[in-house]
């Protein structure tokens, strides 16, 4: 039986983890309300650099959100009664309470579910720190590590993808493909603007790992900005570039940049 009403996601506009629970409720077809939620204090601070709220600002200002999100970070769902945040247990949630609604996040089989859980830690411990050091990091040798590291941990996931794909699984767009996305798409915008780096294309010049992992990384790219999930959960290329100079110049204040800042 479908568990599921019209859910209300709260979220922000530019924030990675959001989308990819915003991408999972257009997958599955989830009827769902968006509530926009601005984590920081109002200002006209010219140096860009923003105040996170508090805990106790959040709840005055977004009680229900609070309520459905104890530390105030986003994602947030609320389903009825029912509420639930991080995005990771946001996306299995939505697959376990649709009922099979929509698209099927998570391969059938149990051993492949072991997989999709594996390659998801994966991305979580050994992709997505090292985006954020190499924007936040502020030496060029620093910068330069978190660049190899990053391409590191992309052609070990190249490696295990269906060879034939498009996506992960191959034609079965999943867990593993969401879990990503966000983060390559900042990679190839957010990161080419202020480290001049991104994954290169296999014409580029002299490339460090094999060709067929740039290309099958690009496969999987150039298919998935090609779905409607995509295309209705994607922030604006240069409002998203502007946001991130808090990132760039080591100046932010997100639970993220305080996780990822370093010593």
């Known amino acids: 039986e479908n568990k599921m009403n019209t859910v209300i996601l709260y979220g922000s506009w530019f924030c990675p983890y959001v989308q990819r629970v915003w991408i999972a409720l257009e997958e599955k077809q989830i009827a769902y309300e968006y509530v926009e939620i601005n984590p920081y204090k109002d200002s006209s601070n010219i140096s860009h650099t923003k105040i996170a709220l508090s805990i106790d600002e959040k709840r005055f200002k977004y009680p229900e959100f609070v309520e459905a999100s104890p530390r105030g970070l986003v994602p947030a769902l609320r389903n009825g009664s029912y509420s639930i945040c991080d995005s990771m247990v946001c996306l299995e949630y939505l697959e376990d309470a649709s009922c099979g609604v929509g698209a099927f996040l998570m391969p059938k089989t149990p051993e492949e579910r072991g997989k999709a859980r594996y390659w998801c ?135 993220v940049a305080v996780r990822f800042r370093g010593p």
């Open 121 to 255: 830690v994966f991305i979580n411990e050994k992709i997505i720190p090292h985006y954020y050091k190499m924007l936040m990091r502020q030496s060029l040798e620093e910068q330069d590590q978190a660049k190899r590291d990053l391409l590191d941990g992309l052609y070990e996931f190249a490696k295990a993808m269906n060879k034939v794909g498009p996506y992960f699984f191959g034609v079965e767009f999943s867990i593993v493909d969401i879990t990503l996305l966000p983060w390559f798409q900042r990679i190839q915008t957010v990161s080419k603007a202020y480290r001049n780096f991104e994954v290169p294309r296999p014409s580029a010049a002299k490339l460090e790992h094999p060709e067929d992992l740039h290309n099958r990384l690009h496969l999987w790219f150039d298919a998935i900005q090609q779905r409607r999930s995509y295309l209705h959960s994607v922030a604006d290329t240069s409002q998203l570039i502007e946001n991130y100079i808090g990132y760039a110049n080591n100046s932010a204040t997100s639970d």
